[in-house]
């Protein structure tokens, strides 16, 4: 999927919340594709088991990666200061307010 993202050009959307065990490796591939993927506006990855690790991964990406305008990272036991970071890394580029959800 991530391999997919690198290449992709019409995506903009992509629903991978609840249960699909992302993990914090899974979240370091995603991010890898976010820094080069310039369509996908939209990226929900509730309930995966990201965690802190993961979540720092998807935080580097978002300083190189202009176009996601909305994160959703609910229930993956990520700190309050992480989706915070990544809530202002979405916002300071003059996007809408990223949904990063609560830390449980």
């Known amino acids: 999927l991530a ?3 690198l290449v992709n050009t019409s995506l ?3 629903y991978l919340s609840d249960k699909n065990n992302i993990g914090p490796e899974g979240a ?7 820094r080069v993927n310039t369509s996908l506006k939209k990226l929900f ?3 995966n088991n990201i965690g802190e690790e993961g979540a720092a991964h998807l935080a580097g ?3 190189v990666n202009t176009s996601l305008e909305k ?8 700190s309050d200061a992480r989706l915070q970071e990544i809530e202002d890394l979405v ?14």
């Open 61 to 63: 990406a978002l300083r």
């Open 28 to 34: 370091a591939y995603l991010a890898d594709a976010l």
């Open 91 to 104: 916002k300071t580029r003059g996007q809408r307010v990223a949904a990063v959800g609560e830390t449980k």
């Open 3 to 5: 391999d997919a993202l």
């Open 45 to 47: 990855l509730a309930a």
């Open 71 to 78: 994160i959703y990272l609910g229930s993956n036991n990520v």
């Open 12 to 14: 903009k959307g992509l």
